[in-house]
């Protein structure tokens, strides 16, 4: 018993003295020497429990850093526009511009982008692997890369100026679109449509919606000089001058001007962002409308028949927006405009052949 005794306290404490008995005075006395054995084994746990939680940091803060580093090479560097790169950018804000002081999402960038390649992919058969592939891939990059960085400017410009789309505007256009499409689809249907030509979500499809709103509202708000140019051409009008001399003269739609506005023969069921035709049939013959405020000018028609059938046919003036485009042009010449990722200005390779 001694031997084993001897064995169990060698490592610290001293054995209690043969005979001895536990008392109430000597209880405090004995407790230490089990304890004072028993913390050479307590200690190291804690080293060893602190040393365990160092190396997790250690690997969360170098995981943390290569996920960061590999995210990073995969926007700025290799320009991923896969789904799940699109689905972070969704998340964490990062830029791929700025315009002036505005920040411009590359989630914005990478909506346009992905929009254009699904679509020319599954509806053209547009072989990006290939040569003409690798240049229609770089002018979609340039137009979607363009196209966010305006956005973004016009969504500075809305706040600035107090310039909203409220929710209802935007549900009301989708509705309106719905309920205008040649195949009579409902909403559901028309949800799919949507999802298999521009993968977008419907959500998404309602946020680009907002953002043509959006932009037709400050355009039509902030470019002074093309709605005096076109409240003179109202006047004009209202003194007898001759509708298809002027948009002969002044209109900016190369295609119809040298017909005096002529747009000929147009189906009610005809595409109508500009909301031409919805005007054009309220109108009698020979009237002309007031100032029609399209999503990329400013407009004025003169019916000139209408059928039975519903269809019409309208005269138009056009005078477009030139504010922002005028603004933008100006910060890319003062160096106002910065891209983090590189694409280059190719001309459209399909108008190029």
């Not at 089990?34 to 307590?42: C, N, P, T």
């Not at 080293?47 to 090479?73: D, E, N």
């Not at 791929?96 to 999402?105: G, I, L, N, P, S």
């Amino acid at each position: 018993m001694k031997k084993m005794l001897n064995k169990v306290f060698k490592q610290g404490s001293k054995p209690p003295e043969t005979g001895g008995r536990i008392t109430n005075e000597t209880v405090a006395e004995h407790r230490e020497r089990v304890l004072a054995g028993g913390r050479k084994f307590k200690y190291p746990l804690q080293y060893t429990k602190h040393r365990v939680l160092i190396i997790s940091i250690v690997i969360s803060v170098l995981a943390l850093i290569v996920f960061v580093g590999f995210f990073v090479w995969q926007l700025y560097f290799a320009q991923a526009y896969d789904k799940f790169t699109y689905g972070l950018t969704r998340v964490l804000p990062v830029p791929v511009a700025k315009v002036d002081t505005e920040m411009v999402r590359y989630s914005d960038y990478l909506s346009e982008l992905r929009s254009a390649v699904h679509y020319l992919t599954t509806k053209e058969a547009v072989n990006f692997n290939s040569a003409d592939g690798k240049r229609q891939l770089d002018y979609q990059k340039r137009l979607a890369l363009d196209k966010a960085i305006s956005d973004a400017y016009i969504a500075k410009l809305a706040r600035d100026n107090n310039v909203n789309v409220s929710g209802k505007e935007v549900d009301d256009f989708v509705q309106k679109q719905i309920a205008s499409n040649k195949l009579g689809v409902k909403e559901d249907v028309y949800k799919q449509v949507i999802n298999d030509y521009y993968d977008w979500s419907f959500d998404e499809y309602k946020n680009s919606v907002r953002q043509e709103l959006l932009s037709k509202k400050v355009n039509a708000a902030l470019d002074k000089d093309a709605k005096t140019i076109a409240e003179q051409i109202v006047q004009q009008l209202a003194t007898g001058a001759d509708f298809a001399a002027i948009a002969a003269a002044q209109s900016e739609d190369p295609l119809t001007k040298v017909n005096g506005g002529d747009v000929g023969f147009v189906s009610k069921n005809s595409e109508d962002p500009n909301g031409l035709i919805a005007v054009a049939s309220t109108l009698g013959v020979n009237q002309t409308s007031g100032i029609i405020e399209g999503t990329d000018g400013f407009y004025l028609i003169k019916l000139l028949e209408k059928r039975d059938t519903g269809d019409v046919r309208f005269a138009k003036i056009f005078i477009g927006y030139k504010f922002v485009a005028q603004k933008l042009a100006s910060f890319k010449k003062e160096n106002k405009i910065n891209e983090y990722i590189r694409v280059d200005q190719i001309e459209n390779p399909i108008q190029s052949q």
